[in-house]
């Protein structure tokens, strides 16, 4: 059993962590709050952005299609794969279950070149070390990953996909969906087909494009996958600050635990302690006065 000198600093030890995870939990409530606020602002522009881009794409004759719509000829086998994880541990399952997913998929898909873009560490730092091929790693905070990097990496990916370096592009990342939940997602964005933009709302009436609705697709083809892909990275983050902060309480919480635990062990061993010495004097008043 410890002594009550080796229970009290242990006692010390793990209310410092209690505090320290306190802390971090207070810092992930309050970025949590303001990502998520940015998602939520940002789902209403990327779904109104799916609505025009279904109105155009039901629009136009059957026979012509978008390039970004159709397969490329041959059918390049070359998959490339836009995964987002966090920087940093100390959010529960966070990056192994989106890491996971990705594992999956690319054992669904053995005998096909796979290539990876990683933003965030954790996922680079993971298929750095089995033998995969990275293409791209943005050492970049993924919370600072603005707009502008968003839209020079969608500019290379799309010639890229023009010019025939792959065949299809998925986006991997982690979807918001309460404080308590969020799930490891996966969504193609090369080839698109036009059922990716089967609208639910039925539109009334015809429109009249101008100019075509080909050339407004052109121009927003871009924006639309620009949008999706920042899109996915503010539901990334929201989901990792609700993740860090969910296992920051109970880090907490555990630590609270710990420390009542051993409070009542110090205080079992010192009343051991005390009785002890009490016997001892007892027993040497009886060993006197016998003497």
Do not use: W
């Amino acid at each position: 059993m410890l002594s009550t000198k080796e229970i009290k600093q242990r006692i010390r030890s793990i209310t410092s962590i209690k505090q320290i995870t306190r802390a971090m939990e207070m810092v992930a409530a309050s970025r949590l709050k303001k990502v998520e606020s940015r998602v939520l602002a940002s789902r209403a522009y990327t779904e109104r952005m799916q609505q025009v881009l279904s109105h155009l794409a039901s629009s136009m004759p059957s026979e012509k299609s978008h390039p970004l719509f159709t397969k490329k000829e041959g059918g390049i086998p070359v998959i490339k794969i836009v995964l987002i994880t966090a920087d940093k541990g100390l959010c529960g399952a966070y990056n192994n279950n989106i890491i996971q997913k990705t594992l999956k998929f690319i054992k669904e898909n053995t005998g096909k070149p796979i290539r990876l873009i990683h933003i965030g560490k954790k996922g680079n730092l993971y298929f750095s070390k089995g033998g995969y091929t990275i293409e791209k790693y943005f050492p970049e905070n993924v919370e600072k990953f603005g707009y502008n990097q968003v839209k020079t990496l969608v500019s290379q990916l799309i010639d890229g996909y023009e010019a025939g370096e792959f065949g299809q592009l998925y986006l991997f990342f982690t979807k918001f969906n309460t404080m308590m939940q969020y799930s490891p997602t996966s969504v193609r964005l090369l080839p698109m087909g036009k059922d990716t933009f089967k609208s639910k709302v039925i539109a009334k009436g015809e429109y009249i494009f101008e100019p075509s609705a080909e050339q407004i697709i052109e121009h927003l083809f871009p924006k639309y996958i620009e949008t999706q892909i920042y899109q996915c990275i503010l539901e990334s983050l929201t989901s990792e600050y609700a993740a860090r902060r969910v296992a920051m309480i109970s880090a907490t919480e555990n630590a609270g635990e710990m420390i009542d635990e051993l409070t009542r062990s110090y205080n079992k061993a010192r009343q051991e302690t005390i009785t002890k010495e009490l016997l001892e004097i007892v027993s040497g008043a009886e060993a006197l006065t016998q003497g």
